[in-house]
């Protein structure tokens, strides 16, 4: 018997030993989805007989003769089922990849006896990476933030997503949800060894298995040096890696293709192929890589250097003499994953015109194109890259890692190829965000004023440099910034070794660097007996202040608003008397801790955005754009604006989005630019549209443009109007389309400021670390949509707070990742996760449409060190690397006792 599949019998039997995931998605329920194949996240939650399973884990064949429901099945026609109306009316998702699973879930215990009281018992098995919960909570108590505003008030609303409807009943269309006949399925060989010359590749065993078509080694690669990081300026990145190289650098590292007719080949055939390797000496850590004789990883990059800074402002030897109180140290911190709960993955196939088409999960369609197109040496015009709607980003998927592999099987083959990764190999073969060594020194006088400011970092970017200088740089660069004093210097360094590459992480080098910086102002303030806010407020830069850094001045970036003084005082007015936590028991102890940071609103040296945007009929409208929608909430933002700006409803505006026909090039979705430059590229298009508008209904009206006015469905002059369809029609008939397109070069650059503020309760007896209360303050200018931004600061302090206290990629000193299953890497579940209470600075920024400034990666910077901080305050002990696990906070306070003198460490 087959299972019955919301209401209808499936088409075939389950194949043997076939999981109920497969099997659904064979059959085209593509609602549920793949997060990790181990029962650990939850995206695959579907219904058995009405209870809540783990496809992944659940053997589809258990399912035969029994009823199975699927996000698809839940509602009842056009009738949402309960559970999906509150996800919609809370916005209770972000990229929405895991929403499937939470809404399954949240659907039984509408009639489960007493798991709805105890939601962190009942989604302990549903992970989300992008929300930090919070608005999944909302959900759940049934708490409704979407607004309906009226014409003309979109902005600043809380305007819903426009895929919202499609995310709570499984039609969102992600990466892999689509049918592609014909497909061939990629499986890859990967390295055994941190440093190895291939001398030898046999694939005869694996072409003999039936339905391997071929196995694709180095030979059939393009001989062409790139970077797997994706920028506007070529050579902001190394070109140290191939598609398949001779040479591998880290376990794990692509060695060869087997293409097949089933995913089942392609496994047998990796199996089979026999690869003869040359072991070469292998460095694994930044110490032995740059100690004298090390093994270098690259010809061309001596002492194993990836990129290096340094540079001085003033005179730090000088500026040390004069300070009444020196502190320095060094803070480590450690290998984070993205965790996207969607795997790395793309599909690819031949056109009818002979063009090849690419959908992957990435946050650069644009980028992507350029840099296949230069490494195959392939007309741009040959190729298509589309992003679906993308299951989680963060930063990982500003990265080519996947989409070479697939255009190399399509085009060696013919056929269309996919190639998905397995969650194991998103942990052992993409990237991570960069391990530092920060070794800081501070000065201060007596009365706090900074005298001298001077770093030492060292980062790891493993096996190839990526965005490896891109990120020492950016992570020095605003981390001294923030601060006025005469004396700065800074010498810095990335690092090749023989493990995993680091890649973009959400920060972008910050968060490391500034829980080093962070950490040190509160030991100034501690070694002085001041207050450490009292520290800050008397070195932090001002709205008319320069920012100076000792590796230059960045002439596009200044200080257009200023928020960082209403920050300080938002979290203070909040947070005054608190009194949280005073009933503790016995052996536990309060503190509270606070950090500040400062983020530029984009990359250096430019960042394109553009949009179309073009009136179509019965008064509708249709906007393309370039950037991919990954939970950013770029898509909503951007209908938003044009909706003011036309003076229409939300709904009259479709929107298509991250495929490379649709606009000219677009930098892309990263570095927290899908507002302040895909947003003002909007504003323009849509800007320009109205002028348009307003000019053709002038000519028809026989009244001059500024006569008119833009109303819903319509333009008016006086007591006449013409509607918006006659406008199309008029248009149409003499063959001049109404639309018009809108760029943005973010080529000047203004900064946002944030305020993280913790009460922590620490077991001195076990080290265990609770947070008690959680308080953000953001200077995003103009807040666009409220329940929007607030949820990107709650995802990104949730994040955080698991990088902060938990998550820990493991290598060993083979250069083997030994944390490579979701249940080892332990990112923050729904119990772990703090409710932030999120607090916005009253600022307007002239760069940014409607005044608004970004606010998707900045939040997650002053997390670690305000974490930090309030363990200090409760313990008076200082921990200087990351995560802050309970083994280590205890062997620390078990070690240093009560002291309190700020000079202990661990």
């Known amino acids: 018997m087959t299972p019955t599949v919301n209401g209808r019998p499936g088409a075939h039997l389950p194949a043997p030993g076939q999981c109920l995931r497969t099997y659904l998605r064979d059959n085209g329920w593509f609602g549920v989805k793949k997060g990790c194949d181990a029962g650990d996240c939850g995206a695959c939650t579907v219904h058995v007989d009405g209870v809540p399973v783990h496809s992944c884990v659940f053997p589809a064949v258990r399912a035969s003769g029994r009823a199975v429901t699927t996000i698809e099945g839940l509602a009842r026609g056009n009738d949402l089922h309960p559970a999906q109306e509150r996800f919609l009316a809370a916005q209770g998702f972000q990229c929405g990849y895991c929403t499937a699973g939470f809404v399954m879930t949240a659907a039984a215990l509408d009639h489960a006896e007493g798991l709805a009281d105890d939601r962190p018992h009942a989604f302990k098995g549903n992970l989300c990476r992008c929300t930090g919960y919070r608005s999944i909570e909302d959900a759940l108590a049934g ?16 305007v819903g997503a426009p895929a919202g409807r499609d995310v709570v009943t ?9 049918d592609l006949p014909d497909v061939t399925h990629l499986k890859v060989v990967r390295s055994p060894l941190p440093h190895a010359r291939i001398t030898r590749i046999d694939v005869t065993q694996a072409l003999a298995v039936p339905g391997v078509l071929a196995v694709l080694t180095h030979r059939d690669a393009p001989d062409r040096r790139f970077s797997t990081a994706l920028h506007e300026h070529f050579d902001d990145d190394p070109a140290d890696t191939c598609v398949l190289d001779d040479v591998v650098r880290f376990v794990g590292q692509r060695v060869a293709v087997v293409v097949a007719e089933t995913e089942a080949a392609a496994e047998e055939g990796v199996r089979r192929v026999r690869v003869t390797y040359e072991p070469l000496p292998a460095v694994t850590d930044v110490r032995a890589a740059t100690a004298s004789g090390a093994p270098l990883l690259h010809d061309d990059r001596p002492d194993n250097v990836a990129g290096e800074l340094g540079g001085e402002v003033g005179d730090v030897v000088r500026g040390l003499a004069e300070a009444d109180f ?26 009818p015109d002979g063009r090849v088409t690419i959908r ?20 741009p015009e040959r190729l298509r890259v589309v992003a679906g709607r993308v299951g989680g980003g963060f930063g990982g998927k500003q990265e080519m890692l996947v989409e070479d592999i697939v255009l190399l099987a399509v085009l060696a083959t013919g056929r269309p190829a996919r190639w998905e990764l397995t969650r194991e190999e998103q942990f052992v073969a993409t990237t991570t965000r960069h391990p530092f060594t920060v070794r800081v020194r501070l000065g201060a006088k007596r009365d706090g004023t900074l005298t001298a400011m001077c770093l030492n970092v060292v980062a790891d970017t493993g096996a190839y440099g990526n965005h490896g200088p891109a990120v020492l740089a950016h992570g020095c660069a605003e981390s001294m910034a923030i601060y006025r004093c005469a004396n700065k210097r800074v010498a810095g360094r990335t690092v090749y070794t023989n493990t995993m590459p680091a890649g973009a992480f959400r920060g972008y080098g910050l968060g490391q660097v500034m829980f080093a910086v962070e950490s040190a102002i509160d030991e100034i303030a501690h070694g002085l007996g001041l207050d450490p806010v009292t ?6 830069v001002g709205p008319e202040d320069p920012l100076v850094t000792p590796i230059g001045h960045a002439e596009d970036l200044s200080i257009r608003s200023y928020g960082l003084d209403q920050c300080l005082d938002l979290v203070h007015g909040a947070v005054d008397g608190d009194t949280t936590g005073s009933d503790l028991p016995s052996g536990w102890r309060l503190g509270e801790g606070l950090a500040i940071g400062m983020i530029a609103t984009g990359p250096p040296g430019g960042h394109h955005g553009r ?24 898509t909503t933002v951007h209908r938003q604006i ?19 026909d649709l606009v000219e090039h677009d930098t892309g979705a990263f570095a927290s630019t899908g507002t302040v430059v895909g947003g003002l590229a909007v504003f323009r298009a849509a800007t320009r549209l109205r002028q348009r508008l307003l000019t053709l209904a002038a000519t028809c009206l026989d009244v001059g443009p500024d006569e008119c006015e833009l109303v819903l469905g319509a333009v008016r002059a006086g007591d006449r109007e013409i509607s918006l369809r006659a406008l199309q029609e008029a248009a149409d008939r003499v063959g001049d389309g109404v639309e018009a397109s809108g760029h943005a070069d973010g080529a000047e650059r203004s900064v946002a400021f944030n305020v993280q503020w913790f009460r922590v309760a620490v077991d001195v007896v076990t080290g265990e670390i609770r947070i008690l209360r959680s308080v953000h ?13 607030r949820g990107q600061v709650e995802g990104g302090v949730a994040q955080a707070v698991g990088t902060t206290l938990t998550e820990n990629l493991l290598i060993d000193g083979n250069g083997r990742v030994t944390t490579s299953v979701v249940r080892d890497y332990r990112i923050p579940t729904f119990a772990d996760a703090p409710r932030t209470e999120v607090l916005f600075a009253d600022t307007a920024d002239p760069l940014g449409p409607h005044a608004a400034k970004s606010m998707s990666e900045s939040p997650f910077n002053p997390v670690a060190a305000a974490l930090g901080n309030a363990v200090r305050d409760a313990t008076g002990v200082r921990l200087t690397a990351l995560p802050l696990t309970r083994d280590r906070v205890w062997a620390r306070i078990r070690h240093v006792g009560s002291t309190t003198d700020g000079s202990d460490r661990a």
Not at 170 to 178: I, L, Q, S
Not at 338 to 343: D, I, P, Q
Not at 362 to 374: C, D, E, I, K
Request: proline share 3%; with cysteine; charged share 20%.
């Open 143 to 158: 708490n409704s933030h979407v607004e309906h505003p009226a014409t003309g008030n979109a902005v600043g609303s809380n």
């Open 170 to 178: 499984g039609a969102a269309r992600f990466t892999f949800d689509v």
């Open 326 to 351: 020196v502190y320095e140290e060094t803070y480590q911190t450690q290998r984070v994953q993205h965790m996207a709960l969607e795997t790395h993955g793309a599909l690819g196939w031949i056109a």
């Open 360 to 379: 992957a999960s990435t946050q650069t369609p644009f980028l992507t194109r350029r840099r296949l197109a230069h490494v195959f040496d392939i007309p």
């Open 535 to 540: 520290v800050r407020r008397r070195n932090v």
């Open 611 to 634: 949009a179309a945007i073009r009136l179509t009929t019965n008064g509708r409208f249709q906007l393309d754009t370039g950037i991919a929608e990954f939970g950013n909430g770029s």
């Open 642 to 660: 044009a909706a003011d700006v036309l003076a229409t409803e939300l709904d009259l505006i479709g929107i298509r989005q991250s495929d490379t």
């Open 777 to 789: 303050a953001a200077d995003a200018g103009t807040v666009l949509n409220p329940v929007q931004c």
